[in-house]
């Protein structure tokens, strides 16, 4: 996967498609990296079901194989790993730097191991994405830290095990939390994370870690307990569907006029999207576990702000960005967790759009045609963004950087074909 980067591949999408059909979303990117790192914590077999053929879950199986664990895809969308032969404990640079879920290697290879090194992590470039949180929690369990040639060097000191402690988290961080969820649950005696992140994902993955033998409660706010234990088992777990590739078909139905089915959207924790679309005139109604989302006449305008959850997913700002070009007024967008989420407000103003925006706020106009021109992935959320613009642009536009919706998509022109898309991938 990681050589169709080398090969520049790039979108060409012909607009004007009203989407029709039915559509599957894929297992969560977000909660399938972690999930991956967590294997590390025992040597016994971990089985992921529902496993995405995204490029990022590639590359971390990359960096897991690297650090010395078995790393094998299965029939039907499994994957499992063994982190019985883990003899580095240190993430091969080249690969940290593909994403930011690869640093969360540290809390499993630390609590384990006792040692850790890692060069900062990679991912898209939305913000400064500290990891300070990541580290702080660590030190609070008695680790140090180093910066040596760049990277840093994370080692347990004193006894056999890292000791468990209360720490208050400075940000909810997602990834952060997960690390710091995964160090504690070897750690001697109890931990407990204050201001917690709650996303959906970090919920997943402390259900894996408690299916693996851990012991984390308070699954789901943002105060999470965890009881050390001595040792982790091996555990089948399935990746809940993607909640971000769920919304971004739900704005594509609704920006085209369309009417699609979404098939296991977990629309549960779907809250604030579904409002979202249904304020600016769309329809969403839950069928059988599948979402079906059909937009109607003209749409409305609205305020909204992208923040950590259950608030609206900074995930899906871009995406209802580039709907709200269609609405029929002024919208107003405010960025609250990234500080540089607004990459793909350029992109879309080559297609006609008008927006105006600072670091952290837009300011959208509509409705405007949009038409076809050539335009950038920048990140894998600014993809989609101009990926949905071009559903409505008049004629072709073309994608390139499309290495960036490889991240986080799976087989996203297949399945857009299947909603009737005109879209070559080149
Ligand atoms: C994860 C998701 C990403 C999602 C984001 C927010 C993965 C692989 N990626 O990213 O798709 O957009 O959550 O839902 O799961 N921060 C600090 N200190 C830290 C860490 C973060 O201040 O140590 C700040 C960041 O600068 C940012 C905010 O926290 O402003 C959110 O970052 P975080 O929740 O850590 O996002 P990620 O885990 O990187």
Redesign the pocket.
Known sequence: MRTQQAQAPRYVVNGGTVLDGRVRVSGA???V??AMCAALLTDEDVILENVPDIS?VASLGELLTAVGAEVERLESGRLRINGGGVNLFEAPTELITE???SF?VMGPLLARHGLAASAP?G??V???????????GFQAMGATITRESGRYVVRRTGGQRLVGTRLF??????????NVMMAAVLAEGQTTIVNA?T?P?VQELARLLNLMGANVSGIGTQVLTIEGVERLHGATARVMPDR?EAGTWAVAAVITGGDVVIEDAPWPVMDAMINKLRATGGTVEEQDGSLRVTGNGPLRPLSFQAL??PGL???LHAPLATLLTQANGISVVHER???NRMLYVGELRKLGAEIVSTASSAIISGPTPLHGAHVRALD??AGAAVLLAALVAKGHTVIDEIHHLDR?YERLDEKLRGLGVEIERT
């Open positions: 990117k977000n909660e990296l972690a990022d994403n930011r879920a969360q992590p991912g898209d939305i913000g400064q994405r500290p990891i300070d949180v990541h580290l702080e988290m400075d940000y909810p961080s997602v990834s952060g939390t997960q992140a996303e994902e971000i950590p959850y997913a900074t995930d967790v990234f500080d894998v959320r986080g």
